[in-house]
């Protein structure tokens, strides 16, 4: 049995991960237990800070010596502070972009913690939880009744981007964003975000999206550990 304690984001994110992901992996005796990481300590800003982010890492890998650390963070707003930031803008592609981030936020969080390398295993999707539900837009037009009639342009969003995880990072044009200026009744992120991604499915998903697979395949390879 591995215990891997999964560091969401929000509300939503961890819904996602209790109700979709977790369950995938139960067969494997991998037992996802995710935990929202609040942005700060009165919530008060917009995105995790690395400070955040360490101080949580280094309580919970000391204090669970079995246990696996991942992360379930989005690209999308993700705090300046954190290692490689800068560098990681220059780069071309969002999946190079997310390599870049996620080698530094190894190196600096097993090096902080003094844990073994296979105790942490990061993760930074593109650009948010939200582009995940464009991977079958069909079925997430499913989410609500009066959504079908949405479907042709929820298409054509999927249809304008290499893959879902493409999905652009400004304020206006987001996948949540475009979700919510679309949607009526209005996509709620907590409401209807894991409902979503029931009817989408992890398999689609995995399909569509090669980083999201991939750390997937990461957590799936534990087993074999």
């Not at 993700?78 to 190894?106: G, M, N």
Request: proline content about 7%; glycine content about 4%; charged content about 25%.
């Amino acid at each position: 049995m591995r215990e891997v304690i999964v560091f969401a984001e929000g509300p939503s994110d961890e819904q996602f991960i209790k109700r979709v992901v977790a369950p995938a992996l139960r067969h494997l005796q991998i037992f996802l237990k995710p935990q929202t990481l609040n942005t700060s300590k009165d919530a008060s800003r917009d995105a995790v800070s690395f400070e955040r982010l360490k101080f949580n890492a280094r309580n919970t890998l000391r204090q669970k010596p079995e246990a696996v650390l991942t992360t379930f963070l989005d690209l999308y707003g993700l705090d300046t502070d954190f290692p490689a930031f800068q560098a990681s803008k220059q780069k071309p592609d969002v999946y190079q972009r997310t390599e870049v981030l996620e080698q530094a936020l190894h190196e600096a969080i097993v090096g902080h913690v003094g844990c073994r390398p296979e105790r942490f295993i990061p993760h930074i999707q593109p650009y948010e939880f939200e582009g995940l539900l464009f991977s079958d837009p069909a079925a997430l037009s499913l989410t609500e009744p009066a959504w079908q009639a949405y479907q042709p342009t929820l298409l054509a969003i999927k249809a304008g981007f290499e893959t879902p995880e493409h999905i652009n990072d400004s304020y206006e044009t987001k996948p949540a964003k475009r979700l919510e200026k679309l949607l009526l009744p209005i996509y709620k992120k907590t409401r209807h975000g894991p409902l979503a991604a029931e009817k989408v499915t992890l398999a689609t998903m995995e399909q569509e999206c090669l980083h999201f697979r991939g750390w997937l395949g990461r957590l799936r390879s534990l087993a074999g550990n």
